[in-house]
């Protein structure tokens, strides 16, 4: 019974994390989307120079 309810609790370990994993791409992939639409639109400040659309 143990081997059996050790396999089912890996199989469960395993599925959770390959869920999470494609959950984390799919949140990489719009976070670099979000960034390379922000550096794609960012315009020039009033002097002339470069401004950055982001805040740090």
Partial sequence: MVPIL??????????GVGFAVKALWWIAVAVLVIWLLGFAMRSTN????RSRWYRW
């Fill in 6 to 15: 050790l396999v089912l609790l890996l199989a469960l370990l395993l599925f």
């Fill in 46 to 49: 009033a002097s002339g120079g």
